[in-house]
């Protein structure tokens, strides 16, 4: 429930930034000078080498939004920036964490890991080490039901984001207007 | 054709069209001032870097070109951050060119080292730390590009040592000229919008024909845009009054019936009200700055808000407007003429505003700008030294001005009838601005008369700069209005600390102005009699080969009125205390004859 009320105040702003030296601080300056706060935040080129994008959860009320947007803008290298509305949008996070666990309860996170169609990474005589790939709130659920073992280490990427592709013309309106011709 | 570095980065800024450098070189950037000796590039060596960068920013405000400063890596460039963060506050198109270690000592810690891009990230448009000298005339285009265009700022070129030194083989390179569409193309994220859209200029126009109490809130973007002609024709075909903020001094002219002068904490009584009875602020180039609006939710309570602005990122910021347009003033005013005119041709007429008017002239009758003259034998009023210099000066004389009670006197009192004729750090409120600021405007516009008027404070931050307007020979005028306090602290310190007045006493003696603006190479006089005032200003006018001081013994206890304290809404403003009593008495007599 938390989480879904924090969901609200989160927003996924993908910047595309010019890939040179220097253009990551830009940005967190910006948002530490401003006084905004970072959530999370991934970093990786484009398929265009020329381009970086930046994936950042900001933790805020839809107006300061507007005017992180337009201060991300002001930034020389700042080249195209996108909000990601959640119901339109494919979030993906990655986490891999190591978990103590005695050679008679591994099945058990085994058996979890599984079940979130995780992966195994590694094994040691009482530890284990399981990756997941998914949506953000996949993931806490997943951390939250690992955390009892006992987590030794647990890295998170934060989120990376992109626009859900169209859906196709609305079938539904189709056949209801079908319909009402038959009628 | 093969250059060095060094060589290249002076052909760039020649191309560039500067006509002046204002610097103080040091080991990382010598290499760029030997090619200078062969320049037509005037250099001016200042005293101390921050001298450099005011110097810069008072060339830029009063010829609208940027301003170009050179300092050394390290100190010199820490030196500079003031003026540069001053440039950003106050939209200054200003460029900075810093030495820097070597490409190789870069992290290391080496002599004289400073990260001077990620120290000034915050407090410039933008920013360069060039490794390649190929790179170097591109970069320098696009910092012009970058400086001049969209909302004006500073931009700061960080140059390691190898790049430029000669005998160093990483300083070779071939030069070349990038133009205009290669400059464009290399700065993909960069793309000011400056015309603004047609449907909101329309929405704009109508609204402004709607209104009964408009007013036009005018900030220092209509100077930036060079929109001042266009601003009077629109005041004028419309017949809307126009306040004119701290920063737009002179945007509209002071002897204009429309002008009411300017808003905000220390602003006229009639320019704070008509904005908060206003029912249409027409907010052109100015940002809705703290000191403007006072208590922000109590700002302006009934006005609709058209606000024009080339940089996004102000719209909204403080105060949502009903019509926001982001484009560049000049063009989007031309616009709102164009859409008004047709709009009135086609038979769109106003609502009557003359009770408007007559309630703004109400205000002004009741409330001027006033202050009680001099007993016999007190010091000297601060307002009666403004007035007898603005009057003893030509029209198109250019002031600017240090920040504290002083600078607002003289925006309240000085009556300006042109643009660029006003200088002065209204954003970031940097003490010491004046002098440095009045040399570079005199480089600038050398025709012309320059004042610089100055507080006590102030002139000992930066006063070493007239050294070099000594030796230069660059003939700026100082008035040093010296009431031995940081004035507009003690001010608060009166009003608001109950008189306990903390670390703010200066000594009108220590130290002694008139020796030691002599021992600077400047013409120096005292003033602490009334009838010694106009005498010696025309001693000063008189004066066009070297720089001129006068000190002016001002009265201490004086303050600067109407004021609306910090934090309070606008219409809690403050009259002085003998206007507010005849006012009343006025009021009362007013009512008698019912009785």
Known sequence: ?183 | MQLNGGQALIKALEMEGVEVIFGLPGGAILPVYDPIIDSPIRHILVRHEQGAGHMAEGYAHATGKPGVAMVTSGPGATNIVTPLADAYMDSVPMICITGQVGTASIGTDAFQEADITGITQSVTKHNYLVTRAADIPRVIREAFHIATTGRPGPVLVDIPKDIVDPTHPNSAMEWYWPTDAEVIAGLPGYRPTTVGHPRKIKEAAAMILAAERPVLYVGGGILKARAAEALRELAELVEIPVVTTLMARGAFPDDHPLCLGMPGMHGNYTAIMSMQESDLLIALGSRFDDRVTGKVPDFAPLAKIIHVDIDPAELGKVRRPDVPIVGDCNLVILELIKVIKAMQAKGTTQPDITPWRSTLSGWQETYPLAYEPPAEGDLLKPQMVLEALRDSAPEDCIVASGVGQHQMWTSQYWKFRHPYTWINSGGLGTMGFSVPAAIGAKVGRPDRMVWAIDGDGCFQMTAQELVTAAAERIPVKIAILNNAYLGMVRQWQEMFYEERYSEVYLSPDLPDYVKWAEAMGCVAFRVEHPDDIQPTIDKANAIDDRPVVIEFRTDASEKVFPMVASGKSNTEVQVPEFQRLAAKTAAASEKEPRQ
């Not at chain 1, 993908?14 to 890939?19: A, W």
């Not at chain 1, 009320?61 to 991300?72: D, R």
């Not at chain 1, 079940?115 to 284990?128: C, M, N, Q, T, Y």
Request: aromatic content about 4%.
């Open chain 1, 1 to 183: 429930m938390n989480d879904r009320q924090n969901d609200l105040k989160h927003h996924t702003l993908s910047v595309t930034v010019e890939n040179k030296a220097g253009v990551l601080a830009r940005v967190v300056n910006l948002f530490s000078r401003r006084a905004y706060n970072i959530y999370s935040l991934a970093v990786a080129p484009t398929d265009d080498e020329r381009f970086s994008r930046l994936t950042v959860v900001v933790d805020v009320e839809s107006v300061p939004l507007e005017q992180i947007v337009k201060q991300l803008h002001k930034l020389i290298n700042v080249v195209k920036i996108v909000e990601h509305d959640p119901r339109h949008s494919v979030e993906r996070e990655l986490l891999i964490a190591t978990v103590k666990v005695a050679v008679s309860d591994r099945h058990q996170v085994a058996e979890l890991t599984r079940i979130f169609e995780g992966r195994i990474l590694a094994v040691s005589h009482d530890a284990l080490t399981v990756s997941l790939e998914g949506h953000p709130a996949k993931i806490d659920d997943f951390e939250d039901l690992l955390r009892p073992f006992g987590i030794a280490e647990l890295q998170r990427t934060g989120r990376v984001a992109l626009n859900k592709l169209e859906r196709e013309t609305p079938r539904v309106h189709a056949v209801s207007s079908a319909k009402s011709k038959v009628s």
